[in-house]
């Protein structure tokens, strides 16, 4: 079994900025882990474990997608959760990354891969919120009158390989897909 998803990659510059931004918020009594840059990625559908027969099938399905490139702009700071659980940046696009995982989808349920049954949002995760402090709140907050992390060309939907370690993920790229 594999543990995989699907995504689309912003620039390095992006990446960068998005991993400084995290960094930032570190130096409280709460406790977070910061998206190391190489591994940032929006997420257009985790898939979980696979087997490894089911790879090739999930990437000839993936040669079925039909979009062109397009612009992202990532530029705002919001949270999931209640206390915040994730930190993240939203992605400006005019639909163009939901439209993405929405073709996704539709390609995966001729595998017989049902749709994820959470709404999707596309978004960048900054850091993760392991323990909350009230004393993080103003930092996330001088995140948000950040001027935008970048804007950067989507080209490529990508499947990942993904390993889980004691020091955190390893993101493998098994197949690519050009927009």
């Known amino acids: 079994m594999v543990r995989t998803f699907i995504a689309v990659e912003p620039s390095d510059e992006i990446k960068a900025a998005l991993a400084a931004a995290g960094y930032s918020l570190q130096g409280t009594p709460a406790r977070i882990t910061a998206v190391q840059a190489p591994l940032m ?8 474990e696979i087997s490894e027969s089911q790879i090739s099938k999930i990437t000839a399905a993936l040669q079925g997608i039909r979009a062109p490139p397009y612009q992202i702009t990532v530029s705002g700071v919001g949270v999931f959760g209640r ?41 960048l995760t900054i850091a993760r919120v392991r323990e909350f402090s009230p004393v993080l709140l103003p930092k996330i907050t001088a995140l948000k009158s950040q001027p935008p992390f970048g804007t950067c060309t989507i080209g490529e939907v990508v499947l990942k390989k993904s390993t889980l370690t004691p020091s955190g993920p390893i993101y493998e790229t098994i197949a690519g897909v050009k927009l």
């Not at 990625?41 to 979980?48: A, E, K, M, N, S």
């Open 41 to 48: 990625h929006i997420t257009l559908r985790f898939l979980g």
């Open 83 to 123: 206390p915040p659980r994730v930190i993240k940046a939203d992605i400006a696009d005019g639909g163009a990354t939901a439209d993405l995982a929405r073709q996704i989808d539709a390609l995966l349920l001729s595998l017989g891969i049902s749709k994820d049954s959470k709404p999707f949002s596309p978004h």
